[in-house]
């Protein structure tokens, strides 16, 4: 596209955009992958739904999530993202999982109160050999029209030259627009600095998403709510620059019943790998869920039907505990294999028999509390 471009070209808020057509809470879609999304709670927002929806029912969607490097491990927060793209290969679409390695070295401002600490790039690289095994767990790898494939940004936006990169791509973004969006105004509000370099990184997202719809038909980019603004940007560049379909979708940004974050306990993040966090304490981790969270747990992040969820779901006072070991051995089983479930299960038995059993050793002055953490 010649650098001379018309003003229409320059992107402006979203607010500006009616062919967004953005979902209303009663749309009801016909293609297996929006069905089933919808009804497993992972909808927040779509642009464009109708015309993704008609997508999906006729054809092969090729969409990507991108994960950052920034840890050895990616914990539960990311869980939800993972099962998207499974939900979105379970539908018989093609994911991409698009690792960080370039974006990681700017630092994603999103959520942020402060830079990141910039990482080498031999700590990415350790970072994303550390990370990426995670993945299989959940999705089928190949070269099959449907099997996941894994590529890496730093593969091109390390080619690219500071001036190349704003003349190809700067240009298409005002400051204007990105000084709207919410990861930006928090940070000017509440006074904390935001860097430059952290102010491309929504410029490099969007060019994450053009280069793989160049590369790979990719027309699908999907994140959690807190990515809305940036994942807008690739979807309005890919649409005014190469003239092609292009959709954004993302998830409900999760917490507890009780309003914590998920995936951050009393002990620190929810370690998706198994040097960080073994087996057994991933299972007690869902056996601790909150009674109101059991049966939205169950349809975000196990393959069981929706109706024997519903039928856990409706369990009332003891009876939940039954409801909430399912989901622990469901959840292990998909991360770490039925033996380790089986094993984290019977291991909490007999941890449970070992308390019960414990003879009193002195008076009680006062009625005992009740742990928090249920053993089994």
């Not at 996941?148 to 704003?166: C, E, K, S």
Request: with cysteine; hydrophobic share 45%; charged share 20%.
């Amino acid at each position: 596209m010649p650098l001379e471009i018309a003003t229409s070209d320059v992107l402006e808020p979203a607010s500006t955009f009616p062919e967004l057509g953005l979902m209303s809470a009663d749309t009801v879609f016909k293609s297996d992958l929006l069905r089933s999304m919808q009804a497993r709670g992972y909808i927040h927002q779509i642009t464009h739904p109708a015309e993704l929806d008609a997508a999906a029912a006729s054809g092969i969607v090729t969409g990507y999530i991108g994960f950052d490097a920034t840890a050895s491990s990616l914990h539960v927060g990311s869980l939800i993202q993972i099962m998207m793209l499974r939900r979105l290969q379970q539908a018989g679409h093609k994911p991409i999982v698009l690792m960080g390695g370039g974006t990681t070295k700017v630092g994603d401002p999103t959520d942020k109160d402060q830079s990141r600490p910039l990482l080498s790039e031999a700590q990415i690289q350790s970072n994303i050999d550390s990370i990426q095994a995670v993945f299989a767990k959940f999705l089928a790898f190949g070269d099959g029209p449907t099997d996941a494939v894994m590529v890496n940004n730093a593969d091109w936006l390390d080619r690219l030259g500071y001036v190349q990169f704003l003349r190809e791509f700067g240009v298409h973004f005002t400051v204007n627009r990105m000084l709207s969006f919410e990861s930006v105004k928090l940070r000017l509000e509440r006074e904390q600095p935001m860097t430059f370099l952290e102010f491309n990184y929504m410029l490099m997202q969007a060019t994450d998403f053009l280069e793989l719809e160049r590369n790979f038909g990719c027309a699908l980019q999907m994140g959690g709510s807190d990515q809305w603004g940036n994942i807008l940007n690739g979807v309005e560049l890919i649409r005014r620059v190469d003239q092609k379909p292009a959709f954004g979708l993302t998830t409900p940004l999760l917490s507890t019943a009780s309003g914590q974050k998920m995936g951050k306990t009393v002990g620190g993040a929810v370690w998706l790998n198994a040097d960080l966090r073994s087996p057994y304490d991933y299972w007690q981790f869902w056996r601790n869920t909150e009674d109101a969270d059991v049966g939205r747990f169950m349809r975000l992040f196990t393959d069981l039907p929706l109706d024997e969820i519903a039928r856990y779901e409706a369990m009332e006072g003891a009876a939940i505990n039954d409801a909430k070991k399912v989901l622990a051995n469901e959840a292990t089983r998909m991360l770490h294999g039925q033996a380790a479930a089986d094993a984290a299960a019977e291991a909490a038995r007999v941890a449970s028999r070992s308390v019960v059993s414990q003879p009193i050793c002195r008076p009680m002055r006062s009625a005992p509390q009740t742990s928090k953490q249920a053993l089994f």
